[in-house]
């Protein structure tokens, strides 16, 4: 059995109040029902209630941070794919379950060297929009201490910090929205990253009403 996986954190992360809703859990599911033959559950890792099954959050670490508790040791005991709330998926996402490897991330496209941002340390070289990974090999990744957002800027750099040779997806797998010729869908695509901006948050939301082939999928 895999393990289709999601978050939803509902709070105020970074001087923003988060926009997603439950709404987009839901369509996350349906995007996923409709590419998606093998045996699944889906599950939302959230502290809200969402229309799918809910594994309750149980440490409240901020926005992304909460992605950590996806590697909670024997919190899974099968194969996970997660998504983040904020992807469209365009074709079958079995070539990505069926990846061969026991952790496979996407390459940042833009990926960036050792920085410090606002006194955390910012790594890049990952997006964790899209992961798929067996039971057990993250387990580093639950951190030992709660304030781990204070230490490193975002999930990712945390994650290239624990492990940093993970296998990484055929890059037309995975792009985002911004990178893609017209906004189009390009030939292998799977999953387009509509990623949201502090400084535009109805960016997915013009995205969706510009093109339409997201407004006939993102539903």
């Known amino acids: 059995m895999l393990t289709v996986a999601c978050i939803y954190w509902q709070g105020e992360f970074r001087r923003r109040e988060e926009i997603y809703s439950p709404e987009w859990v839901g369509k996350l ?13 889906f599950v939302c890792l959230s502290n809200v209630d969402v229309p799918c099954e809910r594994i309750p ?13 996806l590697f909670k040791p ?22 990505i379950v069926n990846f061969p490897s026991l952790f496979g991330i996407v390459k940042a496209q833009r990926p960036k060297g050792l920085d410090w941002k606002e006194g955390k340390k910012k790594i890049g070289g990952y997006n964790s929009s899209v992961m798929v990974f067996d039971p057990g090999v993250g387990d580093c990744l639950y951190p030992e201490v709660e304030n781990i957002y ?31 010729p017209g906004g189009q869908p390009t030939k292998g ?31």
């Open 29 to 41: 599911k349906n995007m996923v029902e409709r590419n998606l033959d093998i045996p699944h559950r």
């Open 189 to 219: 695509l799977i999953v387009a990253l509509c990623m949201l901006g502090r400084a535009a948050p109805n960016k997915n939301t013009s995205a969706i009403e510009k093109y339409k082939w997201i407004k006939d999928i993102w539903k």
């Open 74 to 95: 024997g919190r899974f005991d099968d194969r996970v794919l997660y998504l983040d709330l904020d992807v469209v998926v365009v074709d079958n996402l079995e070539p």
């Open 150 to 180: 204070e230490k490193f800027w975002g999930d990712q750099d945390w994650i290239k910090f624990k492990l940093s040779n993970l296998d990484t997806f055929p890059e037309e797998w995975v792009k985002k929205l911004r990178d893609l």
């Open 57 to 69: 959050l149980e440490r409240d670490w901020p926005g992304y941070w909460s992605k950590m508790e």
